[in-house]
């Protein structure tokens, strides 16, 4: 009786594939550009027929936006739309190469794909960290793995700084009374509440908003 793996074909060596990201860190709503690139061309006399692989992310943290076969592997259909496989969170992006007829061909150096990835907008914690995971295959004929890829990439989401805000000083002053605000300074779009308490024998006479660059921008309610 024949061992199960009398017909396995042998791995090739010396063939890599990377896989990269041309940020580490981006905010989120940003996004991050990761590319699969292989060495050194694997040649016509290695057998080898197909490339597919599959790259795994979390869709909770980033979207796939677009993908883009590499120059020398446009003819090839490519897929790349999320599938969460009943998990939630459980992304991936596929990917086949496949030669006419079976036969064996060479593949080229160089890049297979480049898939962006867009962060979600609507994080919650201070960052977060998403793993890809690629796993590739180069089959021959029989669909027997040739040479076998894992490589992976993190990328770290940020939650946007908030923008700071200015707050303008609020001075008051009044003759024959007593004036009071609600709030020593207060940032554009706030309600300011003044209160002005005449003297005896005094009745108010108004409001007058001194010394600033944005009068127009400055309403006042009476009541």
């Avoid at 006419?100 to 060479?106: F, I, K, L, R």
């Amino acid at each position: 009786m024949l061992p199960v793996n009398a017909f396995a074909a042998e791995l090739l060596t010396g063939y890599n594939f990377s896989l990269n990201a041309d940020k580490d860190v981006i905010q989120a709503g940003e996004s991050v550009t990761l590319t699969v690139e292989l060495d050194n061309t694997i040649p016509v006399e290695a057998g080898a027929t197909m490339i597919q692989f599959e790259l795994w992310y979390d869709s909770t943290v980033v979207k796939e936006t677009s993908m883009t076969n590499g120059p020398d592997y446009t003819h090839v259909p490519t897929g790349g739309a999320e599938n969460d496989f009943g998990e939630i969170g459980k992304g991936v992006t596929t990917f086949g190469w496949c030669a006419d007829d079976n036969e064996p061909v060479a593949f080229p150096a160089g890049t297979l794909a480049t898939i962006v990835y867009t962060a979600v907008e609507d994080i919650e914690a201070e960052s977060l960290e998403t793993t890809f995971a690629l796993e590739l295959y180069v089959c021959d004929y029989i669909s027997e793995d040739l040479v076998v890829a894992t490589p992976e990439v993190t990328v770290t989401v940020e939650k946007p700084a908030e923008e700071p805000v200015t707050k303008y000083g609020i001075d008051v002053s009044g003759s024959n009374g007593t004036v009071e605000a609600d709030k020593a300074e207060a940032a554009a779009g706030e309600t300011v509440t003044l209160t002005a308490t005449p003297n005896d024998g005094y009745e108010f006479g108004s409001f007058q908003v001194l010394e600033t660059e944005n009068y127009d921008e400055v309403s006042i309610e009476f009541t």
